[in-house]
């Protein structure tokens, strides 16, 4: 006899190995001694006999809302490590944020006053304007005005760094089911096989 009183170690077996995902008649092919040498069709009857067996099946149900409990409060400590960890995230990534926009305020700042100088240089001159000085200064506020599009476009980068960090979040909310309606619950699935009118004699094997 098992633990709870009421099944024999290998009806005990038997209701293990279907929670564990074990067809009814692979499960009692595993379990009982006087499976072997059945055929197919004797071990669906005798497997099916069992689990029918009150006890068994009680046994079984107690089991199963057992496991559903324990995957229900695992799911909300996974929640709120998730939870944690999320928070965390966007901490971090709003420190990176803030500081990236300073830099590149402050960066697309430096250019313009740059490219402002140089135009002023050359639409302005304080004195005589050479032709090869006024080139140099049309290739240099042209290599500054690429930089500010690289600026630009490191920015842009950026951006889509977080907006796909927000995404993954969203779906990292879903996939937790955050937007999972209160009443639904995790549920097990056990394939069984029933099978009516059938000897009772094995019900009690040990």
Wanted: glycine content about 4%.
């Amino acid at each position: 006899m098992n633990n709870n009183g009421n099944l024999t170690a290998r009806q005990e077996k038997f209701v293990h190995l279907v929670l564990e995902g074990e067809a009814l008649f692979s499960a009692y092919r595993k379990s009982f001694k006087t499976a072997e040498g059945k055929s197919l069709h004797e071990l669906y009857k005798k497997s099916s006999n069992i689990f029918n067996d009150p006890k068994v099946h009680a046994r079984y149900m107690e089991l199963r809302e057992s496991m559903e409990k324990e995957l229900q409060e695992r799911a909300v400590w996974t929640k709120a490590q998730a939870i944690e960890e999320l928070k965390e995230l966007l901490r971090k990534n709003r420190i990176e944020s803030d500081r990236y926009e300073q830099a590149y305020d402050d960066e697309m700042g430096l250019l313009d006053r740059k490219i402002e100088e140089k135009e002023k240089e050359l639409n302005t001159p304080k004195g005589y304007l050479s032709r090869k000085k006024k080139q140099g200064l049309v290739e240099e506020i042209d290599k500054l005005k690429m930089d500010r599009i690289a600026c630009n476009r490191r920015h842009q980068s950026n951006r889509n760094v977080n907006e796909a960090i927000l995404q993954s979040i969203q779906q990292l909310n879903e996939m937790m089911g955050y937007n999972r309606k209160p009443d639904e619950k995790v549920n097990l699935q056990a394939q069984v096989t029933f099978v009516d009118d059938v000897p009772e004699d094995d019900e009690g094997e040990s």
